[in-house]
């Protein structure tokens, strides 16, 4: 099927009553024919990059990044409608490598959520079960691959929003290292945090998708100096790849007894898979991990509350009218924002302000470190990868967790800590659990992709043939 085919086939189904709501807006169809020149979709004219890796492709992308023929709202009504005048580097990139945008997807508001329930347009549904949610905040990319719409999509993960809807609807997610993707381009959540991912239906698409995007961008100062992966060396082949010498460390703290006993035991299974592939499996421990939810749930909103300071009514998006500046502020921030978003910029002012900043933003920063150097710890101790749970349970009910934040927000205990350290992390199926797909978590050194996707190849290899 045709990327045209495939559009065709997405605003059909998303028109229905029974949609699963994953995308916000899709691209046009004529606009789309005429970027191919008229020569069909192999014969497109692309922006002459040499990688052609993803000719004629589909590819979806989450609403935080910033599109010059798609709106880009953030599932926000603040932003409805607004059209960016720049692209992404990570949307250019793709589309030099022949890669189809075929619409951006739903997401929870500034990607703060782990549900995509709290979206301005509506929640997303679970592909394997409508009832349930699909995970956030890039839920909407996750469900759309997940659905066969697209083999590859783009999210991104601040907390776990690219890992967590992966494992939630059976598909593959990759979180980078921070700084191997460009954020030029990504609408700002958390920025010390915040960065570009993959989704894929098998570790290859989204390992190939992640090639593509990857490298050094000047135009953004985070970005890695030599950090492009070669698709050559990240793309794995299954035939030829094993895990002997490498040492995989599963970390103690990442077992809670709260864990979901179906996950434990295909978490375990999954270890044996890895143990016959001629991996060394070593527990180890990782004592900071049971801070990384509050220590994340201060500095991401306290990095929110400034970076979201600029959505005023003033520059981007809607505005509502009022005498005064300050009134025409308030009235376009009351009205815009949705209820999680207010909620994340007063606790990051809270955690910001005077008399309050050591206390709670300066003892997260520490926690931080700490966190980190846990990591640099089992790293240096001759562990290559570590392998965990990527989330306490599956899927939950649309509705279960919305109005109890604290118990959205531990739906992170597993994926921050990694986002907190700078880390690579990604999510792999690993088998279902009642009929609802669970994912494993591998989390590699700084810079160490490679590593990590040749051993969720090898996984995904042998769990397809048992
Ligand atoms: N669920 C986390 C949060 O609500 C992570 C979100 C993300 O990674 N964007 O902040």
């Given at each position: 099927m045709t990327a045209l085919d495939l559009l065709e086939t997405i605003r059909r189904d998303e028109s229905l009553d029974s949609s699963l709501n994953a995308f916000v807006s899709l691209a046009d169809r004529d606009a789309l024919e005429a970027s191919f020149g008229g020569r069909g979709e192999a014969g497109r004219r692309g922006g002459g990059g040499e990688n052609r890796a993803l000719e004629g492709v589909a590819v979806a992308v989450k609403d935080n990044l910033v599109t010059l023929d798609l709106p880009t709202t953030c599932g926000s009504n603040m932003l409805d409608g607004y059209r960016s005048p720049f692209e992404a580097t990570a949307v250019r990139l793709l589309r030099e490598a022949g890669g189809i945008v075929v619409g951006k997807t739903n997401m929870d508001e500034f990607g703060m959520?782990?549900?995509?329930?709290?979206s301005a347009w509506g929640p997303t549904l679970n592909p394997h079960d409508r009832t349930r949610v699909p995970g956030g905040s890039s839920g909407g990319s996750a469900a759309a691959v997940a659905a066969g719409y697209v083999s590859m999509a783009l999210g991104s993960d601040t907390g776990g929003s690219v890992r967590q809807p992966a494992a939630l609807c059976g598909v593959v997610g990759i979180k980078p290292t921070y700084g191997r993707v460009s954020r030029y381009g990504l609408v700002a959540f958390a920025s010390s945090l915040d960065q570009i991912g993959t989704f894929g239906g098998t570790v290859h698409d989204a390992a190939a998708l992640l090639a593509v995007i990857s490298g050094h961008d000047p135009r953004d100062a985070t970005s890695g100096n030599r950090c492009a992966l070669s698709s050559v060396d990240v793309v794995p082949d299954p035939a030829t790849a094993g895990l002997s010498g490498i040492t995989i460390g599963v970390p103690v703290e990442y077992f809670p007894d709260t864990l979901d006993t179906g996950i434990r035991h295909r978490t375990e299974r999954a270890l044996d898979h890895l143990r016959a592939a001629g991996a060394t499996v070593r527990e180890v421990t990782l004592p900071n991990t049971d801070l990384a939810v509050p220590c994340y749930y201060v500095l991401a909103p306290a990095e929110a509350s400034s970076n979201l300071a600029?959505?005023?009514?003033?520059?981007f998006g809607q505005r509502v009218s009022a005498w005064s500046v300050a009134e025409m502020y308030e009235a376009t921030r009351r009205q815009g924002m949705g209820p999680e978003v207010k909620r994340r910029i007063m606790l990051g002012t809270f955690a910001l302000s005077a008399g309050y900043y050591d206390a709670y933003y300066g003892t997260a920063q520490r926690v931080r470190a700490d966190i980190r150097a846990d990591f640099e710890r089992v790293f240096g101790l001759g562990v290559d990868l570590l392998f965990t749970p990527t989330t306490p349970s599956p899927a939950f009910l649309i509705g279960e967790k919305i109005d109890d934040p604290l118990e959205m927000y531990r739906e992170d205990i597993f994926t921050t800590p990694a986002s907190l350290a700078g880390i690579p992390g990604m999510s792999v199926p690993i088998g279902s659990v009642q009929g609802l797909p669970v994912g494993g978590q591998f989390l590699a050194p700084w810079w160490e992709e490679e590593m990590m996707i040749r051993a969720a190849c090898v996984l995904e290899t042998a769990l397809k043939e048992s």
């Open positions: 959520g782990s549900s995509t329930e709290h600029r959505f005023d009514g003033v520059r």
